[in-house]
């Protein structure tokens, strides 16, 4: 088992999960090129059997760099009222390095509380700023070119960071860290079309909660 993985047993907590996927016990990244899909830091089930709201959960799944099992949540969550989980929509969007996506669900949420959380008030110009920063070191990044340091990319993971840990913050406020067996109220309404579909990616049965 890893140095920075924590015990795969009950006494796994929301705090020793999360302090796993952080710095200093794990680097943050930013984007995950070139590698995509890319390695989990630690097995997936020790954030699922957290059994967290699903937008905390996505998130971890985030700083997991488990971006599949984050998007598997997100798309149940893709519209009003659901802010917190569209604007993760766009950051992980960010992370895998899909900038103009990224753009785009930045912009819906721009005027709702989690945004300003990260970015306060009036801050799209500044998040569209960081977007830039990020596009602009997306090459030194696939190139793995980071060995040496690069003040550019260091400054975009800082800020990167920040906004993740805003979002966080917000989020623990607002869902809370405690259990939440049942999901199937954050379910949100989608088209018919796009419905039919999530449902069809919901396994169901034993083990799985309900969305």
Sequence with gaps: ??????????????????????????????????????????PSHLITTLSLHPVLESFLHILNLDLSSAHFLLR???AAPAFEAMYLHGIL????????????????VKETDVFRA???EG???????????????????????LNGGDGEVDEVREESLMELKAVLGFCEIFFGTGKVEDASGVWVSMSEKNKDIAEKMI????????F
Excluded: C
């Excluded at 047993?9 to 016990?25: D, G, I, N, R």
């Design 76 to 78: 149940h969550m893709q």
């Design 93 to 108: 969007h960010r992370i895998e390095g899909d900038v103009d996506n990224a753009r785009a669900w930045y912009r819906d």
């Design 203 to 210: 396994a169901g049965g034993e083990g799985w909660r309900r």
């Design 118 to 120: 990260a970015w306060e």
């Design 1 to 42: 088992m890893s140095s920075n993985q924590p015990s795969s047993t009950s006494s796994s907590t929301y705090e020793s999960v999360l302090a796993s996927l952080l710095p200093p016990k794990s680097p943050h990244v930013f984007l995950t090129l070139p590698i995509s899909p890319h390695k989990p830091l630690i």
């Design 123 to 145: 801050g799209l110009e500044r998040a569209m700023d960081f977007m830039g920063k990020v596009e602009g070191v997306k090459g030194i990044v696939r190139g793995g070119k």
